[in-house]
């Protein structure tokens, strides 16, 4: 099992871990339930770390393996966790057990859904049928997931997709390019958020996991566990934008892929998602449309969550992925008169020279 972000180098530091007053907690707590699961307690290390202050840890069993989460409470709350698995379990999903929990610390006893993600198995090589089956499942399951109850969650509203829209100019443009904007700039920024944000809050909603990409999505080696992938880092799903979901896995901002594949894919799930009755548009233009803007849009905040990540918290590791997510915003971007004073702004923040002509 692994979280959205792929692993921090401190997540495999064995030195930092075992000094850290957290780990000792999860020692602690295990020791008394070791023999229950069969579990080898000095074979607990580092699984994976990701962008906020959840840790994982795995541990060997008799059998296999199972899954710790750290998610220390003063920073994290499990709770949301602990709903959405059983959320989405009751849906027939795969999604880890939750084993045991001590919610008061923060510590989740979990099952372990596989080792390997989307994420790992395409940067270690597939050919592209063994691809297509695995992103064909994620789509039937993605289309499962969006009828999963959302009573009670989070909405993410208009008000919500503006806010963090600011992400973008305070982290990316002000931070990470160290560029001010001009007044001019400003003012047209402002207008296209305004417009981006109110159109994406027209689309119907539904249930939406918000990270619904690659690394969350694991190679299901237990099909016992649910149809379709494994799913995990599901505790910050809401009611929102209905293509929303489908943007995170198409629109990958740790997986290129080339606008004829996010195509494809769109096409294929509209397809499923009609016919299982979730409220997409009836024409694909129009769901063509809703998708795009919402690719801009979480692509903005992607680009100044990770500029933020990478400059206050120290993970450098995202900037490599920036290049993947601008390109993301300029496909969309040069399609829509709307949008061409955000692309004016990237070409100078990209140091690239305007050109006005002719093309035949």
Known sequence: MT????PSSSAGNPTETMTDTRYALVQTWLAPIAEKYGMRTDSLRPASSDASFRRYFRVDT???SLVVMDAPPAQEDCRPFIDIARRLDAAGLSVPAILEAKVEDGLLLLSDLGHDTFYQRIVNGIDNASLQALYL?????LVRMQQVPTEQLPVYDGAKLREELALFPDWYIGRHCNTTLT????????????????HNARQATCFVHRDFHSPNLMINDHPGNGAGPGIIDFQDAVRGPVSYDLVSLVMDARTTWEEPQQLDWAIRYWERAKAAGIPVPADFADFHVDYEWMGLQRNLRILGVFARLSIRDGKSHYQQHMPRVNAYVRQVAGRYNAFRPLLRLLDRLDNIETKVGYTF
């Not at 499942?137 to 399951?141: F, T, V």
């Not at 047209?188 to 944000?197: H, K, N, Y």
Request: glycine share 8%; charged share 30%.
């Open 62 to 64: 008799e059998t296999g």
């Open 3 to 6: 979280t959205s972000a792929a």
């Open 183 to 198: 007044d001019k700039e400003r003012a047209a920024l402002e207008t296209i958020f305004d417009r981006l944000s109110a």
């Open 137 to 141: 499942g994620a789509l039937d399951a």
